[in-house]
């Protein structure tokens, strides 16, 4: 199907998605409690997201600590909707 993306299909990698395209950008500390996943869990999956191409990080220091934020990219995002367009052609209108 066109636009269907098996990487993107599972659960958490579609809900990563879906709050990074609504949020723009996000902590990874923010990404883990919105999502109610271990940081091993929610690290395995972005790591996947990251392999594609589909998300980046940026780290920096914030209060001392190291930091890690997260969005899609451009290649990722077009990705993403497209998944969203095929998900809502197998389901109709």
């Known amino acids: ?9 599972a659960p958490n990698r579609l809900r ?4 990074l395209d609504a949020a ?5 500390a923010v990404l ?3 999502l109610a996943l ?3 869990v929610l690290s395995k999956h972005t790591g996947a997201l990251i392999d594609a191409g589909y998300v980046e990080q940026r780290k920096a ?3 001392t600590r190291q930091r890690v934020w997260l969005r899609l990219t451009p290649q990722g995002r077009t990705a993403y909707r497209g998944h969203l367009a095929a ?4 389901v109709g209108p």
Not at 1 to 9: A, E, P, S
Request: hydrophobic share 40%; net charge negative; aromatic share 6%.
């Open 1 to 9: 199907m066109n636009g269907f993306d098996h990487l993107i299909h």
């Open 61 to 63: 220091v914030r209060d």
């Open 32 to 34: 883990q409690e919105q």
């Open 87 to 90: 998900l809502r052609e197998i």
């Open 38 to 40: 271990s940081a091993s």
């Open 24 to 28: 723009g950008e996000a902590e990874f």
């Open 16 to 19: 990563i998605c879906a709050l």
